[in-house]
């Protein structure tokens, strides 16, 4: 099975700042790749997929690149509004793997 | 608009089975491919297992398989997971999440991205 593995597992940032987080692949997973928002209490939401398309009606602040096995999820200038807990997920004919999550706090 | 409403959580001993529900609404339920995640308190996102659009194809996490049965009834609507054998690792919110991708999406590349999640319902496995 292939796992996912996010780095860092926490990320203390200002507002303004410029913030990435890295998502992992054991094997190959071309770009079958989401990234998830989460906010306590409430249900994801998806930011990007196919490793780099912005979903409609996510800000622009939020982009996504990589392919094969490395993957970031970068946030260009941190809103009070982005503190939150980050997911990356593999998607493919058999499951939907979650990386563990990178929760994003106020410094 | 999309909606999902996850039912069925509780308390439950461990050992003991039940069965959680969504009901989906405002899409072509019997198009997309549904799936079960969830999330222990505290704890990141576990996805759990999946149904392709037509029920013909069910995968399962390792931690579940065996125990738990996803399935789907097209002319209701309505997601299901049977958890039988509970433990006390079980006990977490589960949501149920809509797959992007439609029947043609999926018989030819698989399963895609969770475009809509319910609210989520949490079972607790405890004595």
């Known amino acids: 099975d292939i796992q996912m593995t996010q780095s860092p597992s926490t990320l203390s940032a200002s507002v303004g700042d410029r913030v990435t987080i890295t998502c992992r692949a054991s094997?190959?997973?071309?770009?079958?790749l989401a990234w998830y928002q989460q906010k306590p209490g409430k249900a994801p939401k998806v930011l990007i997929y196919?490793?780099?398309s912005l979903k409609s009606g996510v800000s622009s602040r939020f982009s996504g690149s990589g392919s094969g096995t490395e993957f970031t999820l970068t946030i260009s200038s941190l809103q009070p509004d982005d503190f939150a807990t980050y997911y990356c997920?593999?998607?493919?004919?058999?499951?939907?793997?979650f990386g563990q999550g990178t929760k994003l706090e106020i410094k | 608009q999309v909606q999902l409403v996850e039912s069925g959580g509780g308390v439950v001993q461990p050992g003991r089975s039940l069965r959680l529900s969504c009901a989906a609404s405002?899409?072509?339920?019997?198009?997309?491919?549904m799936h079960w995640v969830r999330q222990a308190p505290g704890k990141g996102l576990e996805w759990v297992a999946v149904v392709s659009y037509d029920g013909g194809n069910k995968y399962y996490a390792d931690s579940v398989k065996g125990r738990f049965t996803i399935s789907r009834d097209n002319s209701k609507n309505t997601l299901y997971l049977q958890m039988n054998s509970l433990r006390a690792e079980d006990t977490a919110v589960y949501y149920c999440?809509?797959?992007?991708?439609?029947?043609?999406?999926?018989?030819?590349?698989?399963?895609?991205?969770?475009?809509?999640w319910g609210q989520g319902t949490l079972v607790t496995v405890s004595s």
């Open positions: 999440a809509k797959d992007k991708g439609d029947e043609y999406y999926y018989d030819s590349s698989g399963f895609y991205y969770f475009d809509y």
């Open positions: 196919d490793a780099s």
């Open positions: 094997q190959s997973i071309s770009t079958w």
């Open positions: 997920q593999h998607y493919d004919s058999y499951s939907g793997t």
């Open positions: 405002g899409f072509t339920f019997s198009t997309y491919g």
